[in-house]
């Protein structure tokens, strides 16, 4: 059976990480659902506007084998301040779900406590809106089922450890070289 992936997208998610990992983890045979955070129609951080395949309110958490969260500012703000986005993270976490967020959407994950005695890494600076967490400088961090990138430059080593997380190790190695990307 297909694994399948929610990917939250709230008003001025980063384009790079979020439009960069659907493809990727596409490309590795995974399903990708994207769910806007109040409607399908929604604006990433520069501008560009795109149509989401549903709503985060139409999904149910438990169907989904993960949950990915793009940065970008206003939208990690956005994905921060939901309580339907926190209920939606702890909800794929306590049933057993891979959850994974780069950039600034870390912070989402601070706020669900998930952070705490885990190594993560995040956009620099972000950190300072979360306590008593230290984030590593790396790329891509995977402790447990928590998922985290730095930033736009991480994208295709966060969704190719997504992918391989999700059982698809050697899908992600193969998008990566026929995209010319080193994992």
Known sequence: MVKKILMVLADGFEEVEAFGTVD???????????????????????????????????????????????????GSMNLYESDSVLEAVQCAYQSGRIVAAICAAPIVLGRAGLLVNRTFTCYPGIEQRMTGVKPTSRMVECDGRVITGKGPGATFMFAAKIAAELGCGAAAVKAAAEMFVSI
């Open 24 to 74: 990727f983890l596409r490309r590795t045979g995974l399903d990708v659902v994207t769910a806007g955070l109040k409607r399908v129609a929604v604006s990433g951080a520069h501008g560009i506007k795109t149509t989401a395949d549903t709503t985060l309110a139409a999904v149910r958490v438990q169907e989904f084998d993960a949950l990915a969260l793009p940065g970008g500012m206003p």
